[in-house]
């Protein structure tokens, strides 16, 4: 007969049990959303997590008890699993993979363990793919609403100081409002199709497979091409020799495969409306926040404190989710854009109450 595991043994083999289910759980719901390989991982995910749920199991035989409630962290990946199955989930699966209590833990055998490692780091690669896709707008995003955010509270904050009325305030944050809501738009329109236009500079010409006919075969100038696009000398030369015999096999009357122009290059939209109304709307509605006492009426101190609690909340927000998506823990990054954020407002506030003063 097997030594009997003490009341904290057991309640933490059961809470890992429970918590072992519920993550097979949320593999299984982010499976149900994806096709092709990522199912596929996801799936394989899922299957390893109940092999540890089964250990867990068997680990505690007779006194494996009621099925008890996984860890609240755990049940909220579960439910935005569930309900969304979006990249923030993989972020925050990352996350738990990486912190198993499984490395410190005598009881947890080295392969489950090990196992736990290595999810984490499959995860950060599926992860990666959908950080890849989200990138560009969430970028845009974040630095819209965030710029609004401490841009606007520092300006009304440094009305506030200056002394002047609550109308005033509200007109001069109203105006700050659009004014850097426009320029947030403009600045990103001009910024993306700069970027597009740089790299269409780069784009081969649509002329050259004219010329590729009259080229002399025994020189081939279309393996510099190759190698001015970054192909080693016998890729280059062995590339330029097919593109060739395809096009003068087409001049024999057989036509040429479809993509036989030696640099052709898909065309893309640059995205620079969708990340301009992106900027706009983001740095608007974090704009607006500072504001909002003002909309309802508070007086000029209390409209600065309520703005400031109501900036310092959405600030904290969005500093988190930024970690959460990061794949890093989510409070320092929290911490780090409420200390900036507020310390910008809080020397516009003196440099206004100092401006105030003087010309007072």
Known sequence: MGVRPSPRQIRRWRRYLANERAEAAVYHELAHRKEGTEREILLKLADSESRHEAYWRDKLGEYVGMPRQPDLATRFRGFLAKNFGSVFVLALMQSAEERTPYLDDADAPDQIAADERVHSEVVRGLAEQSRERISGGFRAAVFGANDGLVSNLALVLGIVGSGVSPTIVLLTGISGLLAGALSMAAGEYISVRSQAELLAATKASDGIDAVIPELDVNQNELALVYRARGLSVEDSQARAREVLARFHSAELGHPAPAGAAPVARETRRDGAWSAAIS????????????????????????????????????????????????????????????????????ITWALGYLFGAVIG
Do not use: D, E, M
Request: proline content about 6%; overall charge positive; glycine content about 16%.
């Open 279 to 346: 900027s706009f709307c983001c740095f608007a509605l974090g704009a607006l926040i500072p504001v909002l006492p003002f909309l309802f009426g508070a007086s000029a101190t209390t409209g600065a404190v309520v703005g400031v609690v109501l900036v310092s909340v959405a600030l904290l927000l969005t500093g988190g989710v930024t970690g959460v998506l990061s794949g890093k823990p989510p409070l320092w990054r929290a911490v780090r854009q409420l200390g900036i954020g507020l310390a910008a407002a809080g």
